[in-house]
């Protein structure tokens, strides 16, 4: 199984980006798929997840980023817009084949695959 992201680049504050997140070897349309960031010197941060009639994004990105998925492609999206400087680091995709409970979507641990990720730099 492959997870592979891309989308990320160099961004002025206040700009979007989309990342994208193809995934194959497996299907994950049954269980949930998810982004997390890490910033140099920290530890890696939920960001948003989706499953099937279900999506969570951190509280620190609602109404910024949004997260969706095309299962017939197997890929899901992050859509962030209102970028800012504090958004700048690595994001990641990772996904799980089974469903978990909605309070466990942003735990690390929950995820059985992880992308290389994609690094995200916003300028001030």
């Known amino acids: 199984v492959q997870l592979q992201a891309s989308g990320g680049g160099l961004v002025q504050a206040g700009g979007s980006l989309k990342l994208s997140c193809v995934a194959s070897?497996?299907?994950?349309?049954?269980?949930?798929m998810g982004w997390f960031r890490q910033a140099p010197g920290k530890e890696r941060e939920f960001v948003a997840a989706?499953?099937?009639?279900?999506?969570r994004t951190h509280s620190a990105f609602q109404g910024r980023f949004t997260i969706s998925r095309d299962n017939a492609k197997n890929t899901w999206y992050l859509q962030m817009n209102t970028l800012k400087p504090e958004d700048t680091a690595v994001y990641y995709c990772?996904?799980?084949?089974?469903?978990?409970?909605?309070?466990?979507?942003?735990?690390?641990?929950?995820?059985?695959?992880w992308g290389q990720g994609t690094q995200v730099t916003v300028s001030s």
């Open positions: 990772a996904a799980r084949n089974r469903r978990i409970v909605f309070s466990a979507m942003n735990q690390v641990e929950q995820y059985d695959y």
């Open positions: 070897g497996r299907t994950f349309s049954s269980g949930v």
């Open positions: 989706i499953s099937t009639g279900s999506a």
